[in-house]
Structure formats: structure tokens, C-alpha cells
């Protein structure tokens, strides 16, 4: 996950999804219009990284055991694009999420992430 966290969103390199991930790739928690596999975790990602081009996360707790990898984060970033249909409010936010990995030779295969999207939305100013 860390790899991922900096290769992939940190360093804003989508393209590595196809390195790190199954083609079959499963979100069982699926961000709003995210498709199946590798190509809707990438539309899920540039989802974020468009709504918050700024998009740092940052990996605050790991624990694995076999092929499941449980990791707490936190990312900051600035809301400077659309963002699920909200326009930008240029509001710098900072947000927290649990995520379960499964890993499958080498690969990502699952995912479940749970963030806190009601904190996000109420920094955002949308939601009291």
C-alpha cells in the first residue's frame, strides 16, 4: 500500500495502477461511478486527484497478516476542481480512512476503503 500511496497518487502516476493492480481488480466499497477493475480503481483515483489536485496521503498505521493488509491514512489537499459534482471552493481539507487490501501475486486484488467522506463534506462547507 505505502508503494501505492506514493507511486500512485502522491506522484499523480495513474498509469501505475496497471503495474500494481489485478486487471480484475475489485473495489467491494466503489467510489460514486467507479466501474469494475483496474480501469475504474484509475477512475476512482483521477476522481480524487481531479477534485483535489493537490492530494497528498500519507500512510499513518500498517498491519498485514497473509494476504491482507489493513492501512490507516490521512491525506490533505485543496479543493481547486469538481469534486462528485461539487465546484471547487478552494478549501484546504484534511481527512482520515481505513483501508482493507487483499494482495494477490504481488498485486492488489481487493479493496475496501472507508473514509471519512461526512467529515470531507462538512470542511467542504456542504454539509453542517
Request: glycine share 10%.
Amino acid at each position: 500500500m505505502s508503494n501505492f500511496v506514493e507511486e500512485v497518487i502522491n506522484k499523480k502516476n495513474i498509469n501505475a495502477v496497471d503495474e500494481l493492480a489485478a486487471e480484475d481488480f475489485l473495489e467491494h466499497l466503489p467510489f460514486p461511478g467507479q466501474g469494475p477493475g483496474r480501469e475504474g480503481l484509475k477512475f476512482a483515483i483521477n476522481s480524487m486527484l481531479t477534485g483535489f489536485p493537490d492530494m497528498h496521503w500519507t500512510v499513518d498505521e500498517q498491519v498485514a497478516e497473509g494476504d491482507t493488509v489493513v492501512t490507516r491514512f490521512s491525506w490533505t489537499g485543496t479543493h481547486d476542481g469538481d469534486f462528485m459534482g461539487i465546484p471547487p471552493t478552494n478549501k484546504k481539507v484534511e481527512t482520515w480512512g481505513v483501508v482493507i487490501d487483499v494482495v494477490r501475486d504481488g498485486l492488489f486484488a481487493e479493496s475496501r476503503i472507508i473514509m471519512d467522506t461526512m467529515g470531507l463534506l462538512q470542511q467542504l462547507g456542504v454539509m453542517g
